[in-house]
């Protein structure tokens, strides 16, 4: 792993995107020391000794990374399939591509995507990783086949954690329980032998564990009881995927009433997509203390409609947001999640207060932390926390004056201004290109790996896949 760096950022358009901070500051500052922000400021900039590199970024927004509170690296090499479905059709047409993967080669996809994120500006992700049973496919919200399921090898999971671990990016690294195979000690056993595994990791970088909540797609009605318990034998937070899609939604809205009867909802519960709700389903939720996050990219593309955000944040319920599988986003681009969710809640709303641009990138950083409990270290430009930050230069290409700054960066900017990823100080993408030659490898190894084990996906790109 690269060594954290000693840096002086200078001339920058600061966005700390911290609480009690200016939105913006002009002339901006950030000393970096050891791969932490050290102090930040406006104005003439503190004298550093010869070993701090001073980089001037001439007036560019310098903001915190990105934190996708929502993401499944895997897919990255799965995308433009299931164009015409909704959810449960679009996963059958896109795990039709990974399917048959061994650990090594779903190593290699996810190091694919954990890449695609940090080169598009996300420096923290919380990844569902995928599962030791295979996709199985659902009608009306319950799986087609009841009959014995089998289990991929411990190693398909903990390749994947490996893969993030690698690329460089920070990451919750979330694991389904595969509750419906073996007694509920057989579960927690193997949940217990991925737990060690990622706490044997690097945990500047590996910074959580956590269960892929499955209650959505488990016929086991005790699903939600044996989370609970997972959660606090093994401390590990829980996002789940419910009331995402408009298809079984009275199905989904039981599954909720089991996991509020388990004891789940609390600070450490995250509801993933949460939009076929019901005012009284949120009213619960904020009582309980639980938070969601939102994935406007995902739910448009799949017409799964979208979250009443401006309610749930009047209840008092954290938000963060997700830039979701990339095979359903096509384009990891935050900039591109912040304005469909915004431009979809004002459209629906009909009032252009309902949501403002701090709000956006807020929940796409601080507040994407926030409901990962890891906002004491990543989510802001803040002294003490991870100097994870991105270099935005809006003369390039030139979006005009700055009338409103914050407003300009959400709106008017986008991958295409995007010029540096920063990641404990360490520059880590410059322009869209990963510096690690990993990056290189692992588009040669999914255009190689993915043609040879799709099991039924039209693949345009197979033929391309010797040239690489």
């Not at 230069?393 to 004056?401: A, E, K, L, N, T």
């Not at 407003?407 to 201004?417: H, K």
């Not at 520059?427 to 030659?437: E, Q, Y």
Request: one cysteine or more; charged letters at 20%; aromatic letters at 6%.
């Amino acid at each position: 792993m690269t060594t954290p760096r000693s840096i002086l950022i200078t001339g920058a358009t600061l966005l700390p995107v911290a609480d009690g901070a200016p939105e913006t500051i002009f002339d901006g500052w950030m000393l970096v020391e050891d791969g932490i922000i050290a102090s930040l400021g406006e104005g003439e900039p503190p004298r550093v000794d010869a070993h701090v590199e001073v980089v001037d970024v001439a007036g560019a927004f310098v903001a915190p990374g990105f934190v996708s509170a929502h993401s499944h690296l895997f897919t990255s090499g799965s995308r433009g399939l299931g164009v015409n479905e909704t959810l449960y059709g679009w996963c059958t047409a896109m795990f039709a591509v990974t399917g048959a993967a061994t650990p090594e080669q779903i190593y290699w996809c996810t190091l694919h995507g954990a890449f695609d994120m940090l080169n598009n500006g996300v420096t923290t992700a919380f990844d569902f990783t995928d599962g030791r049973l295979a996709w199985e496919p659902l009608v009306d919200g319950r799986r087609i086949d009841d009959g014995p399921q089998e289990l991929r090898p411990l190693q398909y999971l903990t390749r994947q954690a490996d893969a993030k671990l690698d690329s460089g990016i920070r990451f919750v690294n979330s694991v389904m329980i595969d509750d419906t195979v073996g007694t509920r000690d057989d579960v927690l056993t193997r949940l217990g032998e991925v737990v060690a595994h990622c706490e044997s990791l690097d945990r500047d970088f590996m910074l959580r564990a956590a269960i892929s909540g499955a209650g959505q797609w488990s016929p086991n009605p005790d699903c939600a009881e044996i989370e609970v318990e997972a959660m606090r034998r093994f401390g590990l937070i829980n996002q789940a995927h419910l009331l995402e899609t408009r298809e079984a939604v009275e199905l989904q809205r039981e599954k909720f009433d089991r996991y509020e009867a388990a004891g789940a909802l609390g600070p450490d519960f995250i509801f993933g997509h949460f939009i076929q709700t019901t005012p009284d389903i949120l009213r619960r939720t904020a009582e309980g203390g639980a938070s969601m996050s939102w994935q406007p990219n995902a739910n448009g593309r799949l017409a799964s409609g979208v979250a009443a955000i401006p309610e749930i944040r009047a209840l008092g319920i954290r938000v963060g947001m997700g830039l979701d599988d990339q095979a359903c986003t096509d384009i990891s681009d935050p900039w591109q999640n912040m304005r469909m969710g915004m431009y979809a809640v004002r459209a629906t709303t009909g009032d252009p207060d309902s949501l403002s641009t701090a709000d956006m990138l807020r929940m796409h950083t601080l507040g994407s932390a926030e409901i990962l409990r890891l906002d004491d270290r990543v989510g802001s430009l803040e002294p003490g926390k991870f100097a994870d930050f991105v270099v935005v230069d809006p003369r390039s290409p030139d979006i005009g004056p700055l009338w409103e700054p914050m407003s300009s960066y959400v709106l008017a900017c986008g991958l295409r201004n995007l010029k540096k990823v920063y990641i404990g100080g360490v520059l880590r993408s410059v322009s869209g290109d990963a510096i690690d030659p990993l990056a290189a490898e692992a588009s040669r190894q999914i255009h190689r790996i993915l043609p040879e084990i799709t099991t039924g996906a039209p693949l345009a790109s197979a033929a391309l896949a010797g040239a690489r």
